[in-house]
């Protein structure tokens, strides 16, 4: 049984030059100190056709034919790679009959832009598709597919490198799809493009974090087959809002130990080809600011944590007629603080922007240290609803995601909060320390690695020791006396207030752990009214349920425990586990769950 994804987790490069400083920095009680010239940040000059910037933007089929407006404002920008396709049935609209019109003048604007194209070969040609349409499988002939791909290679092998297969194969675009048949589908195009050009790239692609897919895929044979793997994490960039950081950098590691364990090269180019949040179409301050902090966080997460490219979806809005879009630009071509934030970005780190590692700042603060022409800036945030107090022994400019540049006096707080700011030619020992946290396991979660147990204590300020509740706002909190639980709250739109959804720290649970034991801690809201709850996990098959288990008739809290062998918790929709109170005639109080490890069969 498959489950949707919650409605709450979905919803240019140009110079700058910085004045000579001296930086003293004391971060969590230790003083930083270093001396030197911050230098020019600067991008190549003319057409610089290298392949190694990470700044990408991605384009949906309903605003793609405006590429010859939006490519300059993505150019100037920074950006280096658009990701966008035409379809099949476009390109070949019957057989036998190719119509290049539209990618060739695609292609020649992205080199007259100096953007590199990325593309996906999708979706049917209706007379190539077993139904008639562009969606549904089966394929009438597998010979269809390869000429595809052979006649595209063929005619782009100069200027497109890098070819996605499909578009969100294990999403609503593939209906009938298998992993079985997409690792057919991956084979074929590998074979047939390399025999074109050696040098193509064939990339699995999925959509939201669906390791699981991936690894079937693989298992069905599309193992070396392969060049790169496409993610589509959206929930992993809407949990960035409660803190969830952590899980957002984990994804990375997660794919190679899946890599691993299929015997693949794991060291394979790891891509976000779309990832991106929602703000109104109309100019709306909160919400276009939250959208910049989103966007920036995504691009400094993806790239610290070893991600090559990231593409934002998308380049301009809005989409399909809603009141909202995940637009860098709006329709009437005004952009929005998104835009800048990543103008800036691009700018102060550069083209190629280099990974030194990490810092954790104060008391949790989030800090990324990146070089840049010999030049160590560092990215850093607080997390959600707090702020840190970094004090510098020198006067120190820093930059916001507009790019304004302001001065910290010597001796005076510098005050960071969850929006990111950029501090330029930070000192040697700062930087010689994030480069000692690189292959350290994150701090922000705690170590749980040699731990038995990971839980959480729902109350109203939750107490999370490697579970963490994710939107908690589909609970209400309540209190007696000096303790505190959570209720589960019906009235919630679109039925979320149904779920109580949680997190583990992969960590506790790094890929292939499969047997576990979790238990809740419930109680009916009063004895007399029945109520009760199936627990929906992340399996090695995908989102299942592991069986309805009612409340015992108590006024005492009661535990409710899954024994599972399945489990592969990986956060493809952005969430491990719920408890599920749909099939419930009543809510219900929680008070704690937890996750146990157990011992293998």
């Keep these: 049984m498959a489950f949707p994804k919650t409605g709450a987790l979905s919803t240019a490069r140009s110079r700058r030059c910085l004045r000579p400083i001296a930086v003293l920095l004391l971060v969590g009680g230790v003083i930083f100190g270093a001396e030197g010239l911050v230098g020019a940040l600067s991008a190549p000059q003319g057409d610089s056709r290298d392949d190694s910037s990470p700044w990408g933007v991605a384009s949906g089929a309903e605003w793609f034919s405006d590429y010859p407006k939006f490519n300059p404002l993505l150019r100037n ?39 590199h194209l990325t593309f996906a070969f999708a979706y049917f040609a209706p007379w190539a598709s077993a139904d008639g349409g562009t969606r549904k499988f089966p394929i009438k002939d597998m010979q269809f597919w390869r000429d595809y791909v052979s006649e595209m290679v063929s005619r782009y092998t100069k200027d497109i490198k890098f070819w996605e297969i499909w578009n969100e194969f294990n999403g609503s675009f593939a209906e009938n799809g298998t992993p079985e048949i997409y690792a057919q589908m991956v084979r074929e195009a590998s074979v047939a493009a ?43 960039l809407d949990a960035l809002g409660e803190n969830g950081e952590v899980q957002f950098l984990n994804m990375a590691a997660t794919l190679r130990q899946m890599l691993a364990a299929n015997k693949q090269p794991v060291d394979i180019p790891l891509w976000i080809t779309e990832i991106g949040a929602q703000t109104p179409s109309a100019p709306n301050q909160q919400a276009d600011t939250r959208q910049a902090i989103l966007l ?37 071509f ?6 800048r934030a990543l103008k800036t970005m691009s700018e102060v780190l550069g083209p190629e922007p280099s990974n030194a590692g990490w810092l954790e700042l104060g008391d949790g603060g989030y800090g990324f240290v990146f070089n840049q022409n010999d030049v160590a800036v560092l990215a850093a945030w607080a997390p959600a609803k707090q702020a840190i107090k970094l004090k510098f022994k020198a006067d120190v400019q820093t930059l916001d995601l507009a790019g304004n540049r302001s001065t910290v006096i010597a001796g005076r707080d510098a005050t960071i909060t969850d929006v990111p700011q950029f501090f330029v030619n930070v000192p040697r020992p700062m930087l010689e320390q994030a480069k000692a946290n690189k292959q350290r396991p994150y701090p922000w979660d705690g170590d749980y690695s040699r731990a038995q147990v990971a839980s959480a204590r729902l109350q109203l300020q939750n107490r999370e020791n490697g579970v963490r509740q994710i939107n908690p706002d589909t609970t209400v909190p309540v209190s007696v006396g000096n303790q505190s639980w959570r209720r589960t709250d019906f009235s919630k739109p679109g039925g979320e207030g149904h779920y109580v959804y949680f997190s583990v720290t992969p960590q506790f649970v790094p890929f292939g752990t499969n047997d576990l034991e979790i238990t809740a801690v419930v109680r009916r809201v009063t004895p007399d009214k029945i109520a009760g709850m199936s ?15 009612n409340i015992p008739e108590s006024d005492q809290w009661q535990e409710l425990k899954w024994t599972i062998s399945d489990a592969n918790f990986v956060g493809g929709w952005g969430w491990n586990f719920r408890l599920n109170a749909i099939a419930s005639p009543n809510e219900f109080l929680v008070k704690e769950v937890t996750v146990e490890k157990r011992a293998a069969r």
């Design 194 to 236: 390399k025999k074109i050009d050696a040098t193509a790239k064939i990339g699995l692609s999925v959509a939201n974090f669906d390791v699981n897919f991936l690894d079937a895929a693989i298992k069905a044979g599309a193992a070396d087959h392969f060049d790169y793997i496409c993610v589509h994490p959206y929930e992993k």
């Design 535 to 549: 627990l929906n996990y992340e399996s090695q098959k995908g989102y299942v349920d592991g069986g309805y288990l």
């Design 296 to 332: 920036t966080k995504a691009y400094l997460l993806a790239i610290a944590s070893g991600f090559q490219r990231v593409f934002w979806f998308e380049a301009r809005g809005p989409s399909y007629g809603q009141q909202t879009d995940h637009g860098l630009i709006r329709a009437d």
């Design 77 to 115: 920008a920074g950006v280096g790679w658009l990701r966008g396709f035409y379809e099949w049935q476009t390109i070949q609209p019957r057989q036998g009959y190719w119509n290049w019109a539209l990618t060739d003048r695609l292609v020649e604007n992205a080199k007259a832009n100096h953007i």
């Design 334 to 339: 005004s952009l929005r603080p998104s835009y």
